[in-house]
């Protein structure tokens, strides 16, 4: 199974987690020129940048972890560039959390696997990060 593939589907069960929850999905895969964002979601007049973050058991620590400080900075400066692109946006609360999939088996990324039947334990955090002026720099 290719790596991308397994982000995609990690990527697909985010949204369905979204979508139960009542969220609006805006845009999926958003990129600037700073990095990418891979959902941007809407409740009410709050707006969600999601980053979604899958690992198998052979890689250290648990998905969210995953998102570091560098990682932050870049979602944080993407959705700048998506609020001056899209100022209908600007008045909305935003708020960066993480969608984690940490799969309990291994995953061969060569070889084509069913990942409707994979299991794994999924951690959703809310308010990951925030706007520290630190992490700005722009």
């Keep these: 199974m290719a790596k991308n593939n397994l982000g995609q589907w990690a990527e697909q069960e985010a949204v369905k987690l979204l979508l139960q929850h009542g969220y ?29 973050k899958a690992r198998t058991p052979t890689q250290m620590g648990h998905a969210f972890e995953a998102v570091n400080q560098s990682k932050q900075q870049k979602m944080i400066k993407t959705a700048f560039k998506f609020l001056q692109e899209y100022p209908q946006y600007e008045q909305y609360y935003c708020r960066f959390d993480v969608i984690g999939f940490d799969l309990h088996h291994k995953i061969a990324k ?21 706007l520290d002026a630190d992490l700005i720099n722009l």
Aim: no cysteine.
């Design 24 to 52: 609006d999905i805006i845009k999926l895969n958003y990129f600037s020129r700073f990095g990418e964002i891979d959902i941007i979601a809407q409740s009410k007049q709050e707006l969600i940048f999601v980053e979604v």
């Design 110 to 130: 060569n070889v084509q696997q069913d990942l409707s039947k994979i299991s794994y334990d999924q951690s959703w955090i809310e308010n990951a990060f925030t």
